[in-house]
Each structure stands twice: as C-alpha cells, then as structure tokens.
T-cell receptor, first 111, second 115 residues
Framework: NAGVTQTPKFRVLKTGQSMTLLCAQD?????MYWYRQDPGMGLRLIHY???????AKGEVPDGYNVSRLKKQNFLLGLESAAPSQTSVYFC??????????FGPGTRLTVT | AQSVSQHNHHVILSEAASLELGCNYS??????LFWYVQYPGQHLQLLLK??????LVKGIKGFEAEFIKSKFSFNLRKPSVQWSDTAEYFC?????????????FGQGTELSVKP
C-alpha cells in the first residue's frame, strides 16, 4: 500500500497562474481532506469530502476549489494563485471520521 | 467555535530530560483527541489518540497523554526524551458529533532535543 500520495512535491507559480494538486489514496477511505500548513498556525482545513462526488468547505476555503470525481482521488485547484497561498499543502484520508492518514505534502511558492 | 491552544511554541531539552507539552481545547461537548508528530521534512504521523475510556492513553515511541475533562486538556508526556524525538508536535481535536471528522489543530510545538 502506498497510503496517501501527493503530486507534485514542489511547485513555484507566478501570481495569477493556476494549478491543480492531486491527492490519491489506496486505502478505500471515504473521507478526504486538504489542509494548509503555515508557520505558527498549525494546519488549517481548506476543503473536505465525505464521499465520492461530495465536497464541503473547511476553515479557509477562499481561493481554492476541489473535486472528488473518483473515491481514491481528491483534487485541489488554485484558479488564480496569490502570494498568500504560499504554503505547504497536506492531503489526508480516513476510513471513518476519526483517525486521519496524511500524505507527504506539497510545497507551493507563489511569487 | 472550537479552538485548540498549545502554549509552548518551542521547547529545548537535553537527552534524558522529561517532556510535557500542553494542549487545551475549547468545546463543551464530547471530543476525540489526537497528538500528531512531524519529523523534519516528513508528513504528519499519529502518536496517540483518545476516544473514550481510560483517560491515560499510551502511544508509540514511549509517549503518553492524559485527558483531563474538567480542564479541557490533553497534555503529552514522555519520561525521557531522545535526540530522535526532535520534531514538531501537533494536538488536534474533533467534536464527536461533527460531520466529516474535521480536525482542529493547535499551532504546534517545536521540540529540539540536544544530544
């Protein structure tokens, strides 16, 4: 089992560019999450999904969109990147609403 | 709204010293509690969790935590730290009745252990 994987690992964007981050899990988990990690602020939930075809907003959803067309994948999109979106992005999944398993992260820099 | 507070932002210890990291949360209902660890350059890993039952829970690598409901606290402890415990530690909470299992994280505590 690969667990939770994220693509890409690193990315540099210019302000206004768009990109999609891919999260994939091979544990048949129902729940998936996208967090951002910023120094001194812990992890903050961006969006989450409780099953294929469903998505919901988390704590800091502005500027991001998500899709969960397949159960194993959860995509995070930035339509027009801003420097404030420079962060490390973590995806997580869980079988129930309890223990979450995290991916290795994507380090995004927006210049 | 729920919140989680970790009072120690950076802790520096020598090897073999004892560790206690504080975590307090604000929520009046039933909660599930977690401690995660992030070693340098790695992703978050679960150290231990509390759902119900014995309020003293043991996790991996000799860590334990005690849930004190009256104090809304879930402090992490280890009797004797090692250099390999150098990492960032996050306390997290979710309300037992929340849809989707959304976790609220504390700000994190960076632990540096000097050999």
């Amino acid at each position: 089992n690969a667990g939770v994987t994220q693509t890409p690992k690193f990315r540099v964007l210019k302000t206004g560019q768009s990109m999609t981050l891919l999260c994939a899990q091979d544990m048949n988990h129902e729940y998936m999450y996208w967090y951002r990690q910023d120094p001194g602020m812990g992890l903050r939930l961006i969006h989450y999904s409780v099953g294929e075809g469903t998505t919901a907003k988390g704590e800091v959803p502005d500027g991001y969109n998500v899709s969960r067309l397949k159960k194993q994948n959860f995509l995070l999109g930035l339509e027009s990147a801003a420097p404030s979106q420079t962060s490390v992005y973590f995806c997580a999944s869980s079988r129930t609403s309890l223990e979450q398993y995290f991916g290795p992260g994507t380090r995004l820099t927006v210049t | 709204a729920q919140s989680v507070s970790q009072h120690n932002h950076h802790v520096i210890l020598s090897e073999a010293a004892s560790l206690e990291l504080g975590c307090n949360y604000s929520y009046g209902g039933t909660v599930n509690l977690f401690w995660y660890v992030q070693y340098p350059g790695q992703h978050l890993q679960l150290l231990l969790k509390y759902f119900s039952g014995d309020p003293l829970v043991k996790g991996i690598k000799g860590f334990e935590a005690e849930f004190i409901k009256s104090k809304f606290s879930f402090n992490l402890r280890k009797p004797s730290v090692q250099w390999s415990d150098t990492a960032e530690y996050f306390c997290a909470v979710n309300a037992a009745d929340n849809q989707g299992g959304k976790l609220i994280f504390g700000q994190g505590t960076e632990l540096s252990v000097k050999p």
